[in-house]
């Protein structure tokens, strides 16, 4: 069972992920990720900042 942070964190990357496929990492701005999953810019920062980087 996942979290609620678990939860939301999937949510974003879900949401997000289509928007970076069709535009690339480059021309994706915060506002189109924003946009796109009606949260706020800090709820954004909050769930992603702790993913692993690569």
Do not use: R, W
Not at 5 to 31: C, M, R, W
Not at 41 to 49: N, Q
């Amino acid at each position: 069972m996942l979290t609620k942070a678990e939860k939301t964190k999937q949510f974003i990357l879900e949401t997000a992920s289509p928007i970076y496929n069709e535009k690339g990492i480059s021309g994706v701005s915060i506002d189109d990720v924003l946009e796109s999953t009606k949260l706020t810019k800090g709820c954004i920062y909050g769930h992603l900042s702790k993913l692993p980087q690569s």
